[in-house]
């Protein structure tokens, strides 16, 4: 008998995260938790109210949580929360990527299909490598980042905490983008991109400062 494990979430990204734990075969999916008004289901696990509902899971024998929150700010303080009430934060790994034994990875971590994590390279917890993405030898991935769909990541990147890239981006080596700071989708980043900043462009170019993070 497998496992049981819930899913915080109820989107789309929470539909691709069911179908990859559905297709590892190592878990008994019990649902996922949504909005107070939220029901039904979803690819045909039920569908749970909010959050509330944890502790009683808890107290029932569910020990396993995968948070599938696409946002990076809620993603995070979900992951900390189902930490707090003593679930183990498993990953979601497609059976269609391809990880290297030598990557490092945190907790609650989302590797959909076709992405690429190469040599070396670390990911925090609550980190999400989308679809088709790559993450080339020796980069940095903060907790709770996002790697967009089709992004690129050329080798030592490094992506702080909350970082979000957004769909086909793309960042030469050595590069740093800074915690919680926003890549526009397509840009081409060839510098640093502060903590906080967005930048947008080919080559990319900040058009918003950020302000510091706690």
Avoid at 104 to 117: F, N, P, Q, R
């Amino acid at each position: 008998m497998n496992p049981q494990v819930v899913v915080l979430g109820a989107s789309g990204h929470a539909k691709v995260v069911l179908e990859m734990l559905e297709e590892a075969g190592q878990w008994d999916i019990v649902g996922c938790t949504g909005a107070r008004e939220h029901g039904g289901r979803l690819l045909n696990y039920p569908v749970l109210r909010g959050d509330e509902v944890l502790p009683a899971l808890y107290e029932a024998g569910v020990r396993h949580a995968f948070v599938a929150i696409g946002d990076n700010r809620l993603r995070q303080q979900a992951t900390r929360r189902a930490h707090d009430l003593g679930f183990v934060l498993i990953n979601a790994i497609s059976r269609r990527a391809s990880v290297s034994s030598k990557v490092k990875l945190g907790c609650s971590v989302a590797v959909m299909a076709s992405a690429a994590i190469n040599v070396d390279s670390v990911l925090g917890d609550g980190v999400i490598v989308n679809t088709g993405a790559s993450v080339d030898h020796d980069c940095r991935i903060g907790a709770y980042a996002h790697i967009g769909p089709g992004v690129r990541l050329a080798g030592g990147v490094e992506a702080g905490e909350g970082a979000f890239l957004g769909i086909g981006s793309c960042v030469i080596p050595g590069v740093r983008i800074g915690s919680w700071a926003i890549v526009g989708a397509g840009a081409a980043v060839i510098r640093d991109v502060p903590e906080g900043a967005t930048a947008v462009g080919v080559p990319a170019r900040v058009i918003r400062a950020g302000k510091q993070t706690v």
